[in-house]
């Protein structure tokens, strides 16, 4: 792949994140089509060309400059090492809006119960250096091994522990585990090679992806609401209404009414809307957002 001056070389993560990060993407304003077999996605953006690769090897492609810039996990810029620009992070995961969390596990029978127990043990794991590093800050001197896979059924025997990604910890919990300690909390961030990042053109423009990304993500929890007012009862309304700033008032046709519009947390809505109406509000509207750029 020939790489020019005038184009974005971006890595976007296979596997676990795939899903997540074109849906985020996508609310951004970036359409991205995945062909069948094909490592190399269409983005209808003529300065981006993308590149589709496992989370794990994308922060040394961006260190090595064979990438500009891309996403991976905290998890892994952390196991490779790897020498990148942390531009911005991102609070998303497989399952929904949460960060994953590198935990040591063993199973319910056994007799470890805190991580200076590990001594001498046997420690199976995708994050090896991770893991280990770890262990060397607690004084604990284990075997740590690399796992291929399957990492949640290898304990008792083939080893005694296991240091494994998990959102919820339910995975674990039907593999008959238990956490005895977190080791690492992680989120994709975007990451950027130095050199690119020195390189003004690069630079401005990861800088306007990153604020469409944020604003995105920050859409994913946040709604709009719009409603009718009398102004008998416009601040009895305004009383229970949280915003961004604070909520819009427009005048309606009728001057004895007012429009009240405002952003607020999803999460809200379903207490708020009763709440609303008993102070007055009528036509109550809730709509999803794309974006909200601060």
Request: net charge neutral; glycine share 6%.
């Amino acid at each position: 792949m020939q790489k020019y001056m005038d184009k974005l070389v971006l890595g976007l993560p296979a596997g676990s994140l795939q899903k997540s990060t074109m849906e985020i993407f996508k609310k951004a304003g970036f359409n991205i089509y995945v062909h069948d077999r094909s490592y190399f996605p269409y983005i209808d953006d003529e300065e981006i060309e993308c590149i589709l690769i496992r989370a794990q090897e994308i922060p040394r492609y961006v260190q090595d400059g064979v990438l500009d810039c891309g996403i991976s996990g905290k998890d892994w810029i952390a196991e490779t090492e790897a020498d990148v620009v942390e531009a911005a992070e991102f609070c998303y995961s497989r399952q929904g809006l949460r960060p994953v969390k590198l935990v040591l596990a063993v199973p319910d029978s056994s007799p470890i119960k805190r991580v200076e127990d590990l001594q001498g043990k046997k420690i199976a794991t995708e994050l090896v250096g991770v893991t280990k590093k770890f262990l060397a800050k607690r004084n604990v001197t284990a075997a740590v091994e690399f796992s291929w896979g399957a990492t949640e059924v290898k304990p008792p025997v083939l080893v005694d522990a296991i240091a494994e990604l998990t959102e919820t910890g339910r995975s674990l919990k039907a593999n008959n585990l238990r956490i005895i300690e977190t080791v690492l909390e992680s989120t994709p961030r975007f990451i950027v090679n130095n050199n690119s990042w020195q390189a003004a053109w690069k630079k401005k423009k990861i800088e306007q992806i990153i604020i469409l990304l944020q604003g995105a993500m920050l859409a994913e929890v946040k709604v709009g609401l719009k409603m009718n007012v009398n102004k008998e009862n416009l601040q009895q309304v305004l009383l229970l209404l949280p915003a961004l700033r604070k909520p819009t008032i427009s005048s309606l046709q009728d001057d004895t009414w007012v429009a009240v519009e405002t952003v607020i947390d999803e999460k809200m809505v379903r207490g708020l809307v009763c709440k609303l109406k008993e102070a007055g509000a009528e036509g109550i509207i809730e709509y999803s957002l794309n974006k909200i750029i601060p």
